[in-house]
T-cell receptor
């Protein structure tokens, strides 16, 4: 069975500091991984997908199949980055498995 | 936004009453999902649908049923609401496995 683990429920950094949100997965097939962001009382929205290898809002994420990780990184955090972040794994059955989420707080 | 509308957006009801939440999409996505979001538990899948009249259970399906009679509508029903079902419910749509899901604005349900 597939599983997504986000080990940090809460993460707090100061503005301008680097930030890394961890995501580890277990899946026997070829993973399709995503990061979603949820700003306060808003809907979840896609932030990144591993297949596109792009940078959105300064965030990047690299799939490391050897370590089964898909950590989200940003070199200089901004206050507007404060939000809940979810890592998700898609299977070939059309389902997604989400991690429990990490609440990021960026302090001024 | 993938044209996803959830209704109602807020509801307060009493234990033992039936509740139906509606999700409507305009993008003709094949897959539709219902999740609940609770502090400390993240996002948990209740039920999902992979086509009209084709549904399956998620990890927290007890006490919930769903129906999908049209591509655009996916209904979630709590037959007899309990206080443990107080939560924020999100509907989502998706396509193939390499595509992300698109979420609705959520429904805040309080069961007293």
């Amino acid at each position: 069975a597939q599983r997504v683990t986000q080990p940090e429920k809460l993460l707090s950094v100061f503005k301008g500091a680097p930030v890394e949100l961890k995501c580890n997965y277990s899946y026997s097939g070829s993973p399709e991984l995503f990061w979603y962001v949820q700003y306060s009382r808003q809907r979840l929205q896609l932030l990144l997908r591993h297949i596109s290898r792009e940078s959105i809002k300064g965030f990047t994420a690299d799939l490391n199949k050897g370590e089964t990780s898909f950590h989200l990184k940003k070199p200089f955090a901004q206050e507007e980055d404060s939000a809940m972040y979810y890592c998700a794994l898609n299977t070939n059955a059309g389902k997604s498995t989400f991690g429990d989420g990490t609440t990021l707080t960026v302090k001024p | 936004d993938a044209g996803i509308t959830q209704s109602p957006r807020h509801k307060v009801t009493e234990t033992g009453t039936p509740v139906t939440l509606r999700c409507h999409q305009t993008e003709n996505h094949r897959y539709m999902y219902w999740y609940r979001q609770d502090p400390g538990h993240g996002l948990r899948l209740i039920h999902y649908s992979y086509g009209v009249k084709d549904t399956d259970k998620g990890e927290v399906s007890d006490g919930y049923s769903v129906s999908r009679s049209k591509t655009e509508d996916f209904l979630l029903t709590l037959e007899s609401a309990t206080s443990s079902q107080t939560s924020v419910y999100f509907c989502a749509t998706g396509g193939d496995s390499n595509q992300p899901q698109h979420f609705g604005d959520g429904t805040r349900l309080s069961i007293l």
